[in-house]
């Protein structure tokens, strides 16, 4: 089963960018659709972005139009650049892959100050 590992999170400044990486154990090329999704204190888990492996792309409306998925199929790594960030994007970010059972990441940190 293929496993995923975050990372790249850290403490930045409102109206700054991070980008986040998911490195997998094995190929990706054959999962369909890899995602990331995000969890603040008191809030369940959230959807953020989903990518294909045809480039489709699709985003959560809180992040549309300051996050890009992408990922490197020859890398097996999928990543999320966050830009504009605000204090509400505070979480740990988390890689899944949506494979029959899915398989998820342990997480990342990013936290925004005001």
């Known amino acids: 089963q293929v496993h995923l590992v975050e990372s790249g999170g850290g403490l930045v400044q409102a109206g700054g960018s991070l980008r986040i990486s998911c490195v997998a154990s094995?190929?990706?090329?054959?999962?369909?659709?890899m995602g990331w999704f995000r969890q603040a204190p008191g809030k369940q888990r959230e959807w953020v972005a989903s990518?294909?492996?045809?480039?489709?792309?699709a985003y959560a409306p809180s992040v549309e139009g300051r996050f890009a998925i992408s990922r490197d199929d020859y890398k097996d790594t999928v990543s999320l650049q966050m830009n504009s960030l605000i204090p509400d994007d505070t979480a740990a970010y988390y890689c899944?892959?949506?494979?029959?059972?899915?398989?998820w990441g342990p997480g990342t940190q990013v936290t925004v100050s005001s």
């Open positions: 899944k892959a949506y494979v029959a059972n899915s398989v």
């Open positions: 094995e190929s990706i090329r054959r999962i369909r659709t």
């Open positions: 990518v294909t492996n045809d480039g489709g792309t």
